[in-house]
């Protein structure tokens, strides 16, 4: 079998926010590569282009499409102003990533979103989002952790109809650095993993070629060789396979 090429998402970054456009860095954390190739995956780095056509045209080359973690979504996106607490936001990774995802699906291609890639997906397909959860009183766990990256700090519970349940069982253990997090899935899609406080850790689609959404980081534990995120790329590695 040949192996899949997998489309990674990158960011545009610069470390200086006062430096012009033409001097930042288009980026994608190792550990999403180390966590595709591990899966039998061949990463393709996608950047940021002007052009709707041009996106359009990168996803063409590939077989399934990681929307990787990164800032904020701009909250109008989903019809709200900022609160205090919403972050930096990317307008080149917002276009990036919503031009990608409608053409990932109209090409019926896999597509796994991890963290901010998830509320992509979901604010894409219409769904909306907690702008920040330390607002929300019913939020009582941690989930922005202090701890190495590798190290899960919370646990999830997933839910029998999860294609995540073959793979994880009913509970798995994951890192997690978010202050946002899914409010209501968009129409189409199933909530496959819940915290214990009730914060959505994964969404699904409920028919067509496989759109996966993760809030935690399985690339950091997979990279570290986790054995559970490591069934998570491979899972979607499968999936992109032809
Ligand atoms: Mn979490």
């Given at each position: 079998m040949s192996h899949p090429v997998i489309g990674l998402i990158s960011s545009l970054n610069s470390?200086?926010?006062?430096?012009?456009?033409?001097?930042?860095v288009v980026s994608v954390n190792h550990s999403y590569v180390l966590s595709v190739l591990g899966a039998g995956g061949l990463p393709l780095i996608l950047p940021p282009a002007e052009q709707d056509r041009t996106i359009v045209e990168m996803v063409r080359k590939v077989d399934g499409l990681l929307i990787t973690g990164g800032t904020d979504l701009r909250s109008q996106l989903y019809g709200e102003e900022p609160c205090w607490n919403q972050g930096p936001f990317s307008p080149e990774r917002d276009h990036l990533d919503f031009v990608s995802i409608r053409a990932a699906y109209e090409q019926k291609k896999p597509i796994f979103g991890i963290c901010r890639g998830m509320q992509a997906i979901n604010v894409y397909f219409g769904g909306t989002l907690y702008?920040?959860?330390?607002?929300?009183?019913?939020?009582?766990?941690?989930?922005?952790?202090?701890?190495?990256?590798?190290c899960w700090s919370h646990t999830v519970n997933i839910s029998?109809?999860?294609?995540?349940y073959p793979l994880l069982g009913k509970s798995a253990k994951v890192n997690s650095f978010h202050h946002q997090a899914v409010k209501k899935a968009a129409d189409g899609f199933t909530v496959g993993a819940v915290a214990k406080?009730?914060?959505?850790?994964s969404i699904e689609n409920d028919r067509g070629p496989l759109i996966l959404g993760v809030q935690w980081h399985p690339e950091l534990m997979a990279a570290c060789g986790d054995p559970a995120m490591k069934k998570v790329f491979n899972f979607f590695i499968r999936s992109c396979g032809k």
């Open positions: 470390s200086d926010p006062n430096l012009q456009t033409i001097k930042k702008q920040d959860l330390l607002q929300e009183k019913s939020c009582t766990v941690k989930h922005a952790q202090d701890s190495e990256a590798s029998q109809n999860s294609v995540l406080d009730g914060v959505v850790e």
